[in-house]
């Protein structure tokens, strides 16, 4: 078979395939994904890698010494010539200390990782309930539209029949109109929900993002105690009080270097007749108080301590600010929930219901009927709305919680 032959066949094979399908995505999935393999911690644990390698040089071992030396050189040979083989080790406290803050640094890495994750988690959750919203909007606004043009149609049989002027029916098609434009914003909300979530999984390429339902209400109790409770163990607070243990270790290992090193030194011998000596010599590397080399590091130990101490205590008012924020947001958004769906709900379908019975017994105009669907629908609107805010404010609460709140299972599907 020629080579313009097999070209063709190929070109024939991708054709029949057809253009590349979307890969499906499911909130777990994305869940799966995020723990796997999102780049954020994949950063943190390269930094963990860093740490260890830091833990190899922490053992105050210098790397050793090798020279040469010749003494009595005269013009018939020499009186000594030596290779000298040496090695310096740092102050043993510092050492000690060191290796300590390492691993304390390295404990602060780890919860921190682990507080990304749950804030990663916290987004594709949020995402995903920002496709489910918008999904149910363009149903709403697909009734919409679907009324505006009843709308149009009686206000054009009022005009052709002499019961009305023909700006009703100009005000009709201006509605529907503003009705159609409404459901174009809502299909462009919806890709933009759907590249929301491709962001928040990592992923670069398109996806078809599959909701696991419509937008529905769920009740979730959360107490406020349950909230507020734990906030001394969240992975954040526990960072916190691991960089303040990391960066106290670090002032006790400047302390430490106050302490003198050692210095070893073995070294074969030749005094003309071979290398058939060896000698040895230790000595002590001391630190002279108040120079620069002995103040500067404990200066620099301190200033962090008192940083990392200020940072903690920034920690944790940020950790009840935000714990207190998800948990106040949570009830106002489960109150309008409750008000949409016992209250104003009831009511738009009473309105709807007796509209209609008003309009079969003649007693209720089209337009009234019509009028009175799309104030249903708009009701039907902000109870979407608000069960968006509802679900978000517990993908919140579920940082603080550690309860699956919003997505019951994914805490076991994603580990």
Do not use: C
């Not at 911690?41 to 860093?50: I, M, S, T």
């Not at 602060?108 to 990663?120: S, V």
């Not at 459901?183 to 390429?205: D, F, K, W, Y």
């Not at 949409?340 to 009927?369: I, K, M």
């Amino acid at each position: 078979m020629t080579r313009l032959a097999l070209i063709l066949l190929a070109l024939a094979a991708v054709l029949l395939m057809g253009p590349a399908q979307a890969q499906p995505l499911t909130v777990y999935d994305a869940l799966a994904r995020v723990e796997a393999e999102h780049p954020d911690l994949g950063r943190l644990q390269a930094a963990l890698a860093v740490n260890r390698g830091q833990r190899l040089l922490g053992f105050g071992l210098d790397a050793p010494t090798l020279s040469y030396a010749r003494e009595g050189i005269d013009g018939d040979g020499f009186a000594e010539q030596r290779f000298v083989f040496g090695q310096s080790l740092a102050s043993p406290f510092a050492t000690y200390f060191g290796l300590r803050r390492i691993d304390a640094e390295a404990d602060a890495l780890r919860l921190d990782a682990e507080a990304r994750r749950t804030l990663l988690r916290q987004n594709v959750e949020q995402a995903f309930v920002g496709v489910m919203y918008a999904e149910r909007l363009i149903e709403l606004r697909a009734e919409a539209v679907a009324l505006a043009d009843q709308l149009v149609e009686a206000a054009r049989l009022r005009e052709d029949v002499g019961e009305a002027a023909g700006l009703e029916t100009m005000r009709a098609e201006i509605e529907r109109a503003g009705a159609e434009a409404a459901l174009v914003e809502a299909e462009q909300a919806l890709a933009r929900s759907r590249l929301v979530v491709a962001a928040a999984a990592a992923l670069g390429a398109e996806v078809e993002v599959v909701t696991p339902g419509p937008l529905a209400f769920r009740p979730v109790d959360v107490a406020r105690a349950d909230v507020v409770g734990g906030l001394p163990s969240l992975p954040e607070a526990q960072s916190a009080r691991a960089s303040v243990a990391a960066a106290g270790l670090g002032v006790r290992e400047a302390k430490g270097a106050r302490f003198p090193g050692l210095a070893v030194e073995v070294f074969p011998q030749d005094f003309g007749d071979g290398f058939n000596t060896v000698g040895f010599q230790v000595g002590l590397r001391i630190p002279i108080p108040g120079t620069p080399s002995v103040r500067g590091p404990r200066a620099v130990a301190e200033a962090r301590l008192r940083e990392q101490t200020w940072a903690r205590e920034a920690t944790a008012i940020q950790l009840a600010a935000e714990a207190e924020a998800a948990w106040t947001g949570y009830r106002a958004a489960l109150a309008q929930v409750t008000r949409y769906r016992d209250v104003v709900g009831p009511q738009a379908d009473t309105l709807v219901a007796r509209s209609y019975e008003g309009y079969l017994l003649g007693e209720v105009p089209l337009f009234a009927l019509l009028d009175a669907q799309r104030t249903a629908l708009a009701a039907e609107e902000r109870y979407a709305a608000a069960l968006r805010d509802y679900f978000l404010r517990l993908a919140e609460l579920e940082r603080f919680t550690g309860r699956a709140l919003v997505f019951p299972g994914a805490l076991a599907a994603s580990r």
